[in-house]
């Protein structure tokens, strides 16, 4: 059984919905096995870090430090011409742009995380989430919509204000923007009407309810085997030795 207080996300749940087994190791036995997800492996350290390097540049833009500033602090190329695409979107800080807000709340009997690179809200109801993706490869957009994160956001963030506005107020108007620094003229971009929002909410609530009910040992190895290449639990499971190539890396966040 889960932990009284474990908290769903969309990463542990992307974890589920790609193979249960993979979710029981991680999430409820712990299991630390240090199995490479991604070959090559220098090349995927690299750009796990300056991941995480750009996702601090635009958080020190939205916290008000200047565009200058940030700029002369970047000697890496490729960090600079994502810099320099993130400017050309646009945005600018202010009190209704939330950078690296994390929203945790409780759902119908369970817990429930997301934490949003910026949060963009306009006017009393209506919100943009912005999500930076530098992934080296672009997915398609059918790939980019079957993802859990495209689910958990918004229902995360419309319970979330509909918490604090309450159940009267008109409904919350939400898209969602999957931005590309390397694909900077190619976003994803979802907008969900009322209709949506509840079905997503409604399908993301007999999910959790599926996996607070699974046994210990209904946790079943998933059947997409290619999947395992990018798991770094594959050995442990004898699935294979090999990471996946980087160039067919799926859709991740990093």
Same mark, same amino acid.
């Given at each position: 059984?889960?932990?009284?207080?474990?908290?769903?996300?969309?990463?542990?749940?992307?974890?589920?919905?790609?193979?249960?087994?993979?979710?029981?190791?991680?999430?409820?036995?712990?299991?630390?096995?240090?199995?490479?997800?991604?070959? !090559?492996?220098?090349?995927?350290?690299?750009?796990?870090?300056?991941?995480?390097?750009?996702? $601090?540049?635009?958080?020190?833009?939205?916290?008000?430090?200047?565009?200058?500033?940030?700029? %002369?602090?970047?000697?890496?190329?490729? $960090?600079?011409?994502?810099?320099?695409?993130?400017?050309? *979107?646009?945005?600018?800080?202010?009190?209704?742009?939330?950078? %690296?807000?994390?929203?945790?709340?409780?759902?119908?009997? /369970?817990? *429930?995380?997301?934490? *949003?690179?910026?949060?963009?809200?306009?006017?009393?109801?209506?919100?943009?989430?912005?999500?930076?993706?530098?992934?080296?490869?672009?997915?398609?957009?059918?790939?980019?919509?079957?993802?859990?994160?495209?689910?958990?956001?918004?229902?995360?963030?419309?319970?979330?204000?509909?918490?604090?506005?309450?159940?009267?107020?008109?409904?919350?108007?939400?898209?969602?923007? /999957?931005?590309? !620094?390397?694909?900077?003229?190619?976003?994803?971009?979802?907008?969900?009407?009322? %209709?949506? $929002?509840?079905?997503?909410?409604?399908?993301?609530?007999?999910?959790?309810?599926?996996?607070?009910?699974?046994?210990?040992?209904?946790?079943?190895?998933?059947?997409?085997?290619?999947?395992?290449?990018?798991?770094?639990?594959?050995? /442990?499971?004898?699935?294979?030795?090999?990471?996946?190539?980087?160039?067919?890396?799926?859709?991740?966040?990093?």
């Amino acid at each position: 059984m889960l932990p009284a207080d474990f908290i769903f996300s969309q990463n542990n749940l992307q974890n589920y919905v790609d193979c249960k087994q993979r979710f029981y190791l991680e999430h409820i036995v712990g299991l630390d096995w240090p199995a490479v997800q991604t070959e !090559p492996v220098l090349l995927q350290e690299e750009r796990m870090a300056a991941g995480s390097e750009f996702h $601090l540049l635009c958080n020190r833009f939205f916290c008000g430090i200047p565009i200058e500033s940030i700029g %002369e602090s970047i000697s890496n190329t490729q $960090l600079l011409r994502w810099w320099e695409s993130f400017i050309a *979107l646009g945005l600018s800080p202010s009190s209704n742009a939330l950078s %690296e807000k994390t929203l945790t709340i409780p759902f119908h009997g /369970y817990r *429930l995380t997301a934490k *949003l690179d910026l949060l963009v809200k306009e006017g009393k109801n209506k919100f943009i989430i912005y999500d930076w993706k530098t992934n080296a490869k672009r997915p398609s957009q059918l790939s980019a919509q079957n993802k859990m994160q495209t689910i958990v956001y918004p229902v995360t963030l419309k319970s979330y204000q509909k918490q604090i506005l309450g159940e009267n107020e008109r409904f919350i108007d939400i898209t969602m923007i /999957y931005w590309y !620094p390397e694909f900077p003229d190619q976003p994803h971009r979802f907008h969900f009407s009322e %209709e949506q $929002l509840d079905h997503q909410e409604n399908e993301l609530l007999s999910l959790l309810k599926e996996i607070s009910e699974t046994p210990l040992d209904g946790f079943f190895f998933t059947d997409e085997v290619k999947k395992c290449a990018f798991c770094h639990y594959r050995s /442990y499971c004898n699935r294979g030795q090999n990471a996946g190539e980087s160039d067919e890396e799926p859709f991740t966040e990093e």
